[in-house]
């Protein structure tokens, strides 16, 4: 690893607004797409370049070694079931606010981790920093203007989303010893294997159910929300964990980590430019928590890290 450079900056940077961009994507892909058919084609459209990294620099992918079912597993905890859970969410939540919800993973990963890893217990700093920042997301919840009976449960969906993501990094470790690249292709392929029958079952048949899965067949498709759904799946999915590669590679985990500050500030931007979303006092309150939840949580990682 190496100090960071001006150029690393500028990639943490974008790697942020691009994730950051997911969010109003996700809302306007909405706009003609079910949550089901939103997840497939995200994970379709990302899989097609990190697929072909691994062809163009000939590593083995291992979707179908003696390993499979950690693939299988992850690609449905950290992929399908976050994807669907997200989009179904979006539709009826602003996306500046799925993406502070969404900010919360760095807290609720250092709570799972506590019992799920080794070297991850939870200290002093830590439960500040995350009764902080959950503290800032329930205050975001009292906001009736954004967050009401109509829309509650969808926010609550964004914020298991989040969860699920968390899990499914916690399985990741199970097969740390790959390669990235390998790692990522296989999770992508078994993800694409279980959202497909499921997806093409809700869109061709259409079942009228309480979720809504699905939009009507006859329903005409927004240029719009097909440039989405593409974006989403080549930039957001696909070439954002290329640039994640490089960073974790150049400038290792602490430094990719810190892109956890800018995904909220952006979301909260990019809505408002091109969604017009409105900011609530309360909506900037939360923001601030979560940040400061965020950086505490990260501090106490660092310092045991040293002291470690």
């Given at each position: ?12 940077t974008f790697l ?6 997911a969010f109003f ?258 909506v900037l309150i ?23």
């Amino acid at each position: 690893m190496r100090e960071p450079k001006l150029i690393d900056y500028f990639l943490l940077t974008f790697l942020a607004l691009i994730w950051a961009s997911a969010f109003f994507n996700i809302k306007i892909a909405t706009y003609s797409y079910g949550p089901v058919m939103i997840a497939f084609l995200r994970i379709f459209f990302g899989a097609i370049p990190v697929v072909g990294l691994c062809l163009f620099k000939k590593i083995k992918i291992e979707a179908f070694s003696k390993d499979w079912y950690w693939f299988a597993l992850i690609g449905v905890v950290n992929l399908v079931i976050p994807f669907f859970l997200i989009a179904y969410g979006v539709q009826k939540v602003q996306s500046n606010l799925a993406a502070i919800l969404m900010a919360t993973t760095p807290l609720s990963a250092t709570v799972l981790a506590h019992f799920f890893t080794q070297n991850e217990k939870i200290n002093f700093t830590k439960i500040f920093g995350v009764l902080i920042g959950f503290s800032g997301i329930v205050f975001l919840f009292s906001d009736k203007f954004l967050i009401n009976e109509n829309n509650f449960i969808s926010a609550i969906f964004i914020l298991v989303g989040s969860t699920f993501y968390v899990i499914g990094g916690l399985l990741t470790l199970k097969v740390s010893n790959k390669k990235n690249e390998n790692v990522t292709s296989s999770i992508l392929i078994w993800a694409t294997i279980f959202i497909l029958p499921i997806s093409l079952v809700l869109y061709y048949f259409n079942p009228t159910n309480a979720f809504a899965f699905i939009n009507d067949l006859h329903f005409s498709h927004r240029m719009d929300s097909t440039l989405s759904i593409i974006y989403l799946g080549t930039v957001p999915t696909g070439i954002a964990w290329l640039i994640r590669f490089r960073i974790l590679k150049n400038n290792g985990l602490v430094f990719q980590a810190q892109v956890a500050y800018l995904i909220p500030i952006f979301g909260i931007i990019l809505g408002y430019l091109f969604l017009n979303e409105i900011i609530t006092s309360k909506v900037l309150i939360a923001l601030i928590a979560v940040i400061i939840g965020i950086y505490l949580v990260k501090k106490s990682n660092k310092i045991n890290i040293v002291s470690g």
